[in-house]
T-cell receptor, first 114, second 114 residues
Framework: DAGVIQSPRHEVTEMGQEVTLRCKPI?????LFWYRQTMMRGLELLIY????????DSGMPEDRFSAKMPNASFSTLKIQPSEPRDSAVYFC????????????FGPGTRLLVL | AQSVTQLGSHVSVSEGALVLLRCNYS??????LFWYVQYPNQGLQLLLK??????LVKGINGFEAEFKKSETSFHLTKPSAHMSDAAEYFC????????????FGKGTMLLVSP
């Protein structure tokens, strides 16, 4: 299995621009998670999908952030407009449901907003 | 609400010495507990997890952890550190009664000196 795939791996953009991060979960997994990792705040859960439906988006920082999962094999996290404080590593993870199931993480997208 | 506390943002050991990384959790329901490792510029990888049954859990790379309900702890140990163990380690708790969202600790960076 290829594991969780994220693209791009690195993104440098200017403040005000739209940024779209992409994730392909492991085939057969029905839960998908978006996390943000920074030095100051550590690892934060942004949003969680189950069977393509957003279950918990309480971690999404503000209206500039949006996430979609149009089908079981693809999800996007969009930031519009981007700000320097959005600079972080964004991880996507997937699991096969329920609390005891392991979450498998992608390699992350390192975002720098200038 | 769940929370995880990892004591010590950095732990330094010599190669061959015992590794002990501390994790305490709070949870209103029986928890599932996880340790993840993150190598530089990579995503998180599962080391081990506790769901039910035996409280001493063995994981990859010689690591193990013991679930102590009375102490609400899940400390990670390894008898003899290796240079390749240098990485950041995250403890996480999941709500066993619901969906598989994880609450992570802030992480502990393990430094191994020759």
């Amino acid at each position: 299995d290829a594991g969780v795939i994220q693209s791009p791996r690195h993104e440098v953009t200017e403040m005000g621009q739209e940024v779209t991060l992409r994730c392909k979960p492991i085939s057969g997994h029905n839960s998908l998670f978006w996390y943000r990792q920074t030095m100051m705040r550590g690892l934060e859960l942004l949003i969680y999908f189950n069977n393509n439906v957003p279950i918990d988006d309480s971690g999404m920082p503000e209206d500039r952030f949006s996430a979609k999962m149009p089908n079981a094999s693809f999800s996007t996290l969009k930031i519009q407009p981007s700000e320097p404080r959005d600079s972080a590593v964004y991880f996507c993870a997937s699991s096969s449901d329920r609390g005891q199931e392991t979450q498998y993480f992608g390699p992350g997208t390192r975002l720098l907003v200038l | 609400a769940q929370s995880v506390t990892q004591l010590g943002s950095h732990v330094s050991v010599s190669e061959g010495a015992l590794v002990l990384l501390r994790c305490n959790y709070s949870s209103s329901v029986p928890p599932y507990l996880f340790w993840y490792v993150q190598y530089p510029n990579q995503g998180l990888q599962l080391l081990l997890k506790y769901t039910t049954g035996a409280t001493l859990v063995k994981g990859i790379n010689g690591f193990e952890a013991e679930f102590k309900k009375s102490e609400t702890s899940f400390h990670l140990t390894k008898p003899s550190a290796h240079m390749s163990d240098a990485a950041e380690y995250f403890c996480a708790v999941s709500d066993a009664s619901g969906y598989s969202t994880l609450t992570f600790g802030k992480g502990t960076m393990l430094l191994v000196s020759p």
